[in-house]
């Protein structure tokens, strides 16, 4: 299965409306999208720390089913920097989940801890590692899910 992943949007939702041109088995939001949720419908989608202000009511975690892989996403603020990957792989066990996504930092990530995958698509609206707006296309197909970082500079 191909998945796009993209998160922190900030209201620039017409960037994800890009994305959704391309053809992929589901579509990924690691939240903050500050916009109306009936922006983002068909993706699996988490509320960010940015959305409560906005009254945008999306689930702070979800579980994506992805053939012989289990997605966990959330947008990762729950966690302090330093341990994120940690939690996040203590909490993907938890669920059955080889493969954890989250957001907030803007920064793309493709790491793993303790066998589980753990990605971080960077951001759409604004970089922070100073290399550009940044999605991310998960294969899940084979045995081992593949990952890979896309630069895009958008339309909008």
Same mark, same amino acid.
């Given at each position: 299965?191909?998945?796009?992943?993209?998160? /922190?949007?900030?209201?620039?939702?017409?960037?994800? *409306?890009?994305?959704? +041109?391309?053809?992929? *088995?589901?579509?990924?939001?690691?939240?903050?999208?500050?916009?109306?949720?009936?922006?983002?419908?068909?993706?699996? $989608?988490?509320?960010?720390?940015? *959305? +409560?202000?906005?009254?945008?009511?999306?689930? =702070?975690?979800?579980?994506? /089913? $992805?053939?012989?892989?289990?997605?966990?996403?959330?947008?990762?603020?729950?966690? =302090?920097?330093? +341990?994120?990957?940690?939690?996040? $792989?203590?909490?993907?066990?938890?669920?059955?989940?080889?493969?954890?996504?989250?957001?907030?930092?803007?920064? =793309?990530?493709?790491?793993e801890? /303790?066998?589980?995958?753990?990605?971080?698509?960077?951001s759409?609206?604004?970089?922070?590692?100073?290399?550009?707006?940044?999605?991310?296309?998960? /294969?899940?197909?084979?045995?081992? =899910?593949? $990952?890979?970082?896309?630069?895009?500079?958008?339309?909008?």
């Open positions: 299965m191909h998945f796009i992943i993209a998160g /922190d949007s900030h209201g620039y939702t017409e960037r994800l *409306d890009e994305l959704k +041109q391309i053809p992929a *088995d589901g579509y990924i939001f690691t939240g903050d999208l500050t916009d109306d949720p009936a922006r983002i419908s068909g993706w699996s $989608a988490v509320a960010g720390n940015n *959305d +409560q202000y906005f009254g945008i009511k999306l689930p =702070p975690m979800t579980i994506v /089913d $992805a053939g012989d892989h289990k997605i966990l996403v959330m947008h990762g603020h729950q966690f =302090p920097a330093g +341990q994120r990957h940690r939690r996040l $792989a203590t909490l993907a066990k938890k669920f059955g989940c080889d493969i954890a996504v989250y957001g907030h930092s803007h920064v =793309p990530v493709i790491d801890e /303790d066998g589980v995958l753990i990605l971080n698509p960077g759409v609206y604004r970089s922070r590692d100073g290399k550009g707006t940044s999605y991310m296309i998960l /294969d899940t197909g084979g045995h081992i =899910p593949r $990952a890979e970082i896309i630069r895009k500079k958008f339309a909008s």
